[in-house]
């Protein structure tokens, strides 16, 4: 699979017992690892034997360190230098369970970068079956930044999915990609036009609403969507409709989930699985996920233990 995903992220994975805005506090425990959403789906890919290519912007001399590391792991990339630095994340695990995340934007680009960063995206389209275009695009992107990469595939006779959320998710689907996987907040958010609408997940009629929102991405011009929440994925493909239950595991961090799910889940599309049993290996790799705490980071064992726990169901 060839994977855009322009905004590196250079994760801080924090250990405290308790968050408490307005104190000086000492973590116990530090990770400093390469993130971001596509680095996330590149380390599935290449745990589970589908071959990746991760295409990403690297700002500066933070960013040729994130590349290094990457490197270090033995993942592949294509590259395009920019400037500023690269942007990093705080993912902070409290002994309680609760999980706060603080995102930077990343450096604005100028639009030199992102036509250079398109045309590395055009250059390395032979030989794949899908492009996946997924998280945040550095400020200063076209607003159609991944639709018009979506156009740019099918024009190769590339598949397309957009894992996104807010405007780039809107454009995208202007452009009709074959496959979105939005998570529940994020779909819901681009329907009632404010992309900071919660989820909710423990709502009784968690499994209805994320049912009527597939249904409400493919209207927008999705050829299917895979709406994932904590329970399971609702899946609307203008002809079916179902349910994937998750299997019940301990998180430990739940950063990455989504990630991994579009990893198992391209990944098998592109050796020629069934679509159904593709989703099916997405979930496993989702939930095996949240048991690691370093995003993406899956054993290929667990996750084939727990796709045999899977329940579909049509709708």
Not at 79 to 97: D, Q, T
Not at 141 to 166: F, I, K, M
Not at 293 to 300: H, K, V
Request: glycine share 12%; with cysteine.
């Amino acid at each position: 699979m060839l994977i855009a995903g322009p905004n590196l992220t250079l994760d801080r994975i924090l250990r405290i017992d308790e968050l408490r805005p307005g104190e000086v506090l000492r973590f116990t425990d530090a990770i400093i690892a390469p993130g971001g959403k596509g680095v996330n789906v590149a380390r599935v890919g290449r745990t589970l034997g589908f071959p990746a290519v991760l295409v990403a912007l690297a700002p500066g001399r933070t960013g040729r360190a994130v590349v290094e590391l990457l490197q270090d792991e033995g993942l592949e990339l294509d590259v395009v230098a920019s400037g500023g630095e690269a942007r990093a994340a705080s993912i902070v695990l409290e002994r309680s369970g609760r999980v706060t995340v603080l995102n930077e934007p990343g450096p604005a680009i100028g639009s030199e970068d992102w036509s250079a960063f398109e045309a590395t995206v055009a250059e390395r389209l032979a030989g794949h079956r899908f492009l996946v275009c997924i998280g945040s695009t550095p400020p200063g992107s076209p607003p159609d930044a991944y639709g018009r990469l979506v156009r740019l595939a099918r024009e190769r006779g590339v598949s397309s999915l957009v894992d996104a959320s807010g405007e780039s998710l809107a454009y995208a689907l202007e452009a009709g990609p074959d496959l979105v996987t939005p998570n529940l907040a994020e779909a819901e958010g681009i329907l009632a036009g404010d992309v900071s609408q919660p989820a909710a997940e423990r709502s009784p009629d968690v499994k209805d609403r994320a049912l009527e929102a597939a249904a409400a991405m493919v209207a927008r011009g999705a050829g299917t969507a895979a709406v994932t929440v904590g329970a399971g994925v609702a899946v609307d493909g203008r002809s079916e409709r179902w349910w994937i239950d998750a299997p019940s595991v301990t998180v430990r961090n739940p950063i990455g989930a989504g990630d991994s799910l579009v990893g198992g889940l391209v990944g098998s599309l592109e050796r020629g699985d069934d679509f159904r049993d593709a989703l099916g290996l997405g979930v496993a790799a989702a939930s095996a996920s949240v048991e690691s705490e370093l995003p993406g980071l899956i054993d290929s064992e667990r996750v084939l233990h727990l796709s045999r726990r899977l329940s579909f169901r049509d709708e």
